[in-house]
Each structure stands twice: as C-alpha cells, then as structure tokens.
C-alpha cells in the first residue's frame, strides 16, 4: 500500500510563495508519476502538475505555468511543489497523488492516479 503525507501548506499574501512537500512511501517511487491537483470550494478536482515516472518530465496545467515548478527527490521518496506569484484564485486544498508508472495520455487524467493524500490547505490573501 502506497502512501502519500504531504505538508507545507499555509496563509500566503498575494505574490508571495509556498513549497509544498509530499513523502511517498510504501512502494518503488521512482516507478510512480506523481501530480499535484487541488480543489477550490464549490469546485471540481483539477490537475496543476506533474512528473513522469521514466523521464521526469513536467507538465503543468495552464493557470500556473511560469509560476509553480514541480520537483522530485527520488532518493527521499519526495515531490515538490514550488508556487511563486500566488493569486487569492490559487487558494485550495492541495492533493499529492500517485500513478503507477503513467504516460503522457494519463498523466493529467485524475482518475487514472491509485493513491492520493490528504490534502493541505493554501489560503491566498489578497
């Protein structure tokens, strides 16, 4: 069983930053994909980013290209969320999630991810 703990949420004034954290344990890390969705209040689970298991190659959803960049540390079983310039629009329960292995036809599909954290809350003020 994979499991996903992530952490560094918080309260951010507009334009500042936050990293998030996610461990992963349970399982070979570095076959998983790992993305990064969040959820606003009233809205619908949406994909920000994430990393292919092969390659490491990033994707990243249109509201938060140039501004988030995710990471992977594979030795520490950990991925990243570095958000700069956040927008009162960024607030949101952020969720790390796992895929096992992953393409790039799947990798923003959220329904395709097998395990998924708990979430950690980012308030943005303006």
């Known amino acids: 069983q994979v499991q996903l703990v992530e952490s560094g949420g918080g309260l951010v004034q507009a334009g500042g930053s936050l990293r998030l954290s996610c461990v992963v344990s349970?399982?070979?890390?570095?076959?998983?994909?790992l993305g990064w969705f969040r959820q606003a209040p009233g809205k619908e689970r949406e994909f920000v980013t994430a990393?292919?298991?092969?390659?490491?190659?990033?994707y990243y959803g249109d509201s938060v290209k140039g501004r988030f960049t995710i990471s992977r540390d594979n030795p520490k079983k950990t991925v990243y969320l570095q958000m700069n310039s956040l927008k009162p629009e960024d607030t949101a329960v952020y969720y790390c999630?796992?895929?096992?292995?992953?393409?790039?036809?799947?990798?923003?599909?959220?329904?395709?991810?097998?395990?998924w954290g708990q979430g950690t809350q980012v308030t943005v003020s303006s």
């Open positions: 990393s292919l298991w092969k390659t490491s190659t990033t």
């Open positions: 999630a796992a895929q096992r292995l992953g393409t790039i036809a799947t990798i923003r599909t959220l329904g395709k991810y097998n395990y």
């Open positions: 349970g399982d070979t890390f570095s076959t998983y994909s």
